[in-house]
């Protein structure tokens, strides 16, 4: 079994930053792709950024330039970092891993973006 368990989220005032982590525990293998999502109520779950096996990254059009994923495989964890945020990047957000056949999500963590 895989957990997912992410940090970092909270208040923050627009402009500003915040750096999500998410680290897995239990068994991981293969993991094929792994990052981000996040969902606001009443709205499907939207991909802000993902990393994929061989390094390479991709980015929703709202986030690019503003956050950067990046990995950590020693310590089986994901970044996120938020940089220029603004209101309309809060949300809820899901780590996501995707390994073999199977895609395990994280619990969420709040973000929210004052004016």
């Known amino acids: 079994q895989v957990q997912l368990v992410e940090s970092g989220g909270g208040l923050v005032q627009a402009g500003g930053s915040l750096r999500l982590s998410c680290v897995a525990s239990g068994t991981t293998y293969s993991i094929n792709s792994r990052g981000w999502y996040r969902q606001v109520p009443g709205k499907q779950r939207e991909l802000v950024a993902s990393i994929i096996k061989d390094a390479s990254t991709n980015y929703a059009d709202s986030v690019k330039g503003r956050f950067t994923i990046s990995r950590d495989n020693a310590k089986n964890t994901v970044y996120l970092q938020m940089n220029s945020l603004k209101t309309e990047d809060t949300a809820v957000y899901y780590c996501?891993?995707?390994?073999?056949?199977?895609?395990?999500w994280g619990r969420g963590t709040q973000v929210t973006v004052s004016s």
């Open positions: 996501y891993h995707d390994m073999g056949l199977r895609r395990y």
